[in-house]
């Protein structure tokens, strides 16, 4: 069946990402060693109730301090928060924008607020672009629909909205677990392992 729509990740597709930096940031303000970052203890249920919109960004920081013993005011985990977003390269723009030429384009992403306003920034200071919503037809954040990958529901959310049909769709995450939950509901999907400019370049779309 050929395909009519295409369904992005973000983080590490579209937008770099170097978790190393947001690592050390918090290292540097006294969070012991972060090797299980958000896997250990309570953290891992931190980052899903912030990212599926259940815990406001306050309710998320307060969480984090009294977990890891410290009073990381709202300003300094932001900054630390946020420094692992990196650049949204201008061929990754061109490629959209020639790509919804053909095709329906949407992204899916496991994002929360505060990381959802620093990509609008980057796009704004670097490309004079307000939002992830100009580049795309529909944009759909986990924290604003409630449900996150790889939970099947954060793909169930996108066809009730788009009405698209997954054998229909291609699908690109650079997460492996989201690619085998994406196959078993049907999209075509491409483990992003290298530049997304060049695995979209060879898959000739």
């Known amino acids: 069946m050929a395909i009519k729509n295409i369904l992005f990740d973000l983080g590490g597709v579209i937008i770099d990402l170097h978790i190393y930096k947001t690592r050390s940031a918090f290292e540097e303000m006294?969070?012991?060693?972060?090797?299980?970052?958000f896997i250990a203890s309570n953290q891992a249920t931190l980052l899903n109730g912030y990212e599926t919109g259940n815990l406001t960004t306050e309710q998320f920081i307060e969480g984090i301090n009294a977990e890891i013993g410290?009073?990381?005011s709202e300003g300094d985990f932001y900054a630390a928060w946020t420094t692992m977003l990196g650049?949204?390269?201008?061929?990754?723009?061109?490629?959209?924008?020639?790509?919804?030429?053909?095709?329906?384009?949407?992204?899916?992403?496991?994002?929360?607020?505060?990381?959802?306003h620093a990509c609008h920034e980057i796009l704004q200071r670097d490309h004079d672009i307000f939002s992830f919503h100009e580049i795309f037809d529909l944009v759909f954040y986990s924290h604003e629909i409630g449900a996150r990958?790889?939970?099947?529901?954060?793909?169930?959310?996108?066809?009730?909205?788009?009405?698209l049909i997954p054998e229909e769709t291609l699908y690109v995450d650079d997460n492996s677990?989201?690619?085998e939950t994406a196959r078993k509901l049907g999209f075509h999907?491409?483990?992003?392992?290298?530049?997304i400019t060049e695995i979209i370049r060879k898959l000739e779309l």
């Open 30 to 37: 006294g969070m012991p060693d972060t090797s299980n970052w």
């Open 70 to 72: 410290l009073k990381i």
């Open 149 to 163: 990958k790889p939970d099947p529901e954060a793909w169930l959310k996108v066809i009730e909205r788009t009405g």
């Open 177 to 179: 677990d989201n690619i």
């Open 189 to 195: 999907a491409e483990l992003v392992d290298r530049e």
């Open 87 to 116: 650049k949204v390269k201008e061929p990754r723009i061109h490629m959209l924008k020639g790509l919804r030429e053909k095709y329906r384009v949407y992204a899916l992403s496991n994002i929360n607020a505060m990381h959802a």
